[in-house]
C-alpha cells in the first residue's frame, strides 16, 4: 500500500500547529541550570512511580494515545493496515523531537508494550493478530508486558517452568513469572510457556494471554528502594485460545530472543550506556556539600566517573547518527546495556563513597538520604534485559564468534 507522503519540512510544519492547538509549551524558565539546594531533591536512576498513581493515570495515558492515532501521529512509522501512516522513521524522528517543546502526557508507561511486544507481534504475529492487537496498543486501548522471567529461570530463559498444555481448541498454562514490570497496568502479556519436555530451545511457545483471564493474578514486588516498579504473575490454569498462539509451536525461543533485543533496544534508546544519567552539576553540588572538593581521592574518582558517562554519550551519538542513515543497529545494543549497567554502578559507588554514614539516615539535610535509591537501585540494571553475563556470553558467541563453555570443555577433554 502507498500513500501521498508530504515533505518532511510541511510535515514537521503541519504537526507543531497540530500540537500548538492542544498542547502547551513547555516554560523556558523551565530549563534553567541545577542548583544545590533549591527545588525537590528526588534523585533516581531507575524509576519507580507509585503503581496506584499509574492506575489513576491510565485515562489520561489513553486519551493522549487516541489523540495522537486520530491526528495520525500515534505510529508515524507504523504500516498503513495496522494503523500506522507509514511514513519513514526520520518523520516519527520529527515528530518525538517537537513532542518535547510541548506539555504532553508522553508514553512512559507504553516503553514495553510499544517498545517491545508490538514490534514482535508485527513480526511474529497472524494477520489477524496484528490487526487487532496493534492498532489496540497503540491507541493505548490494550497495553501490554513481558511474562519471561521466573523464580528458577530469570537469566536461564530456556529452564522456564510455566507449562501450556493443549486443551480442545486452546492451552491451558500453569506457573508462576517474575520481575514483570507493568504487569499491574497490564491488558495483555506475552507470554513465554514450555509446551514440551525437550529438546531445549525448541521446546517453548509464545502466547498472548488476556491479563484479565480468570486464573490470573498479579502481585507487587517490594524491592530494597522501597518502590514496586515489579509484580509477581501468578498462573493457575489460564485457558488461552489457538489463536492467540504467537508464533509456531515450538518457536518461542527465537520470539524472546526478537523481543529481548527490543528491550535492550529500548532500555539504552534514551541513556545509552549510561549516557545523560543526572548532571555533572549535581555530581559537584553533592561533592561540595561534603566538603570533599579538595580530596584527591574524591576528585580522581569524579574524572573517572564523569569519562565514563561523556564516552557513552559520545556512543550514542554515533548511534543515532547511524540510525538517521538508516543503518539497523548491530551487536552494540548488547554492548549497550552492559555499558548502561557498569556505568549505573559507578554512580552508586561514587556516590556512596562521597556521603558514606550521610547516605545512609534519614537526617532531613537536602541532598542526602534522597540518593539512597541511586545507590540501591543500580544493581538492578545488571539484571533488567538479561544479565550481564548472560549478555557478555551472548557477544562471545554470537559476534565474536569464541567457542560455548561446553564445546571448549569438550575440546579439552579430547
Not at 534523585?43 to 486519551?63: C, G, K, Y
Not at 543500580?378 to 567457542?403: C, F, K, S
Amino acid at each position: 500500500m502507498t500513500i501521498d507522503r508530504p515533505d518532511l519540512a510541511d510535515f514537521t510544519r503541519v504537526a507543531d500547529q497540530w500540537l500548538a492547538a492542544r498542547f502547551d509549551r513547555v516554560a523556558q524558565d523551565g530549563r534553567r541550570r541545577f542548583e544545590w539546594g533549591v527545588g525537590p531533591d528526588e534523585v533516581r536512576v531507575f524509576q519507580e512511580p507509585d503503581p496506584a498513581v499509574e492506575v489513576d493515570a491510565l485515562p489520561a495515558l489513553r486519551r493522549w494515545r487516541r489523540e495522537l492515532c486520530a491526528g495520525g501521529y500515534g505510529w508515524i512509522d507504523g504500516p498503513l493496515e495496522y494503523g500506522g501512516a507509514g511514513l519513514p522513521a526520520a518523520y516519527r524522528r520529527a515528530f518525538e523531537s517537537l513532542l518535547r517543546n510541548y506539555v504532553v502526557v508522553g508514553d512512559g508507561a507504553l516503553t514495553i508494550s510499544l517498545g517491545m511486544i508490538a514490534p514482535t507481534i508485527l513480526r511474529f504475529g497472524t494477520e489477524e493478530q496484528r490487526r487487532e492487537l496493534l492498532p489496540a496498543m497503540y491507541s493505548g486501548d490494550a497495553i501490554a508486558c513481558q511474562l519471561f522471567s521466573e523464580p528458577g529461570a530469570g537469566s536461564d530463559l530456556a529452564a522456564i517452568g510455566t507449562r501450556a498444555v493443549r486443551d480442545g481448541d486452546g492451552w491451558r498454562i500453569t506457573g508462576q513469572k517474575v520481575w514483570t514490570s507493568g504487569a499491574h497496568l497490564a491488558d495483555i502479556g506475552e507470554l513465554i510457556a514450555r509446551t514440551a519436555v525437550e529438546p531445549r530451545h525448541k521446546n517453548l511457545t509464545a502466547f498472548i494471554v488476556d491479563m484479565h483471564a480468570p486464573g490470573v493474578e498479579v502481585r507487587p514486588l517490594r524491592q530494597m528502594t522501597g518502590g514496586a516498579a515489579f509484580n509477581e504473575v501468578f498462573l493457575d490454569n489460564v485457558f488461552v485460545s489457538d489463536d492467540r498462539r504467537l508464533g509456531e509451536v515450538g518457536a518461542g525461543w527465537q520470539i524472546a530472543l526478537t523481543t529481548l533485543a527490543h528491550e535492550r533496544n529500548a532500555m539504552g534508546n534514551s541513556s545509552f550506556g549510561g549516557a545523560g544519567i543526572l548532571s555533572t552539576e549535581r555530581f559537584i553540588g553533592l561533592i561540595r556539600s561534603q566538603d570533599l572538593q579538595d580530596d584527591p581521592a574524591v576528585r580522581r574518582d569524579f574524572g573517572e566517573l564523569v569519562s565514563h558517562l561523556r564516552m557513552a554519550r559520545w556512543t550514542n551519538e554515533v548511534m543515532a547518527a547511524r540510525a538517521r542513515s538508516g543503518a539497523a543497529p548491530g551487536p552494540e545494543i548488547a554492548l549497550n546495556k552492559i555499558g548502561l549497567s557498569d556505568n549505573m554502578r559507578r554512580v552508586g559507588d561514587f556516590v556512596g563513597g562521597v556521603l558514606g554514614p550521610a547516605g545512609v539516615a534519614d537526617a532531613g539535610e537536602w541532598g542526602t538520604f534522597a540518593w539512597t535509591s541511586v545507590a540501591l537501585g543500580a544493581p538492578g540494571y545488571r539484571l533488567g534485559g538479561g544479565t550481564d553475563e548472560i549478555i557478555r556470553n551472548t557477544v562471545a558467541q554470537r559476534v565474536l564468534g569464541l567457542p560455548r563453555d561446553d564445546e571448549r570443555a569438550g575440546k579439552v577433554a579430547r
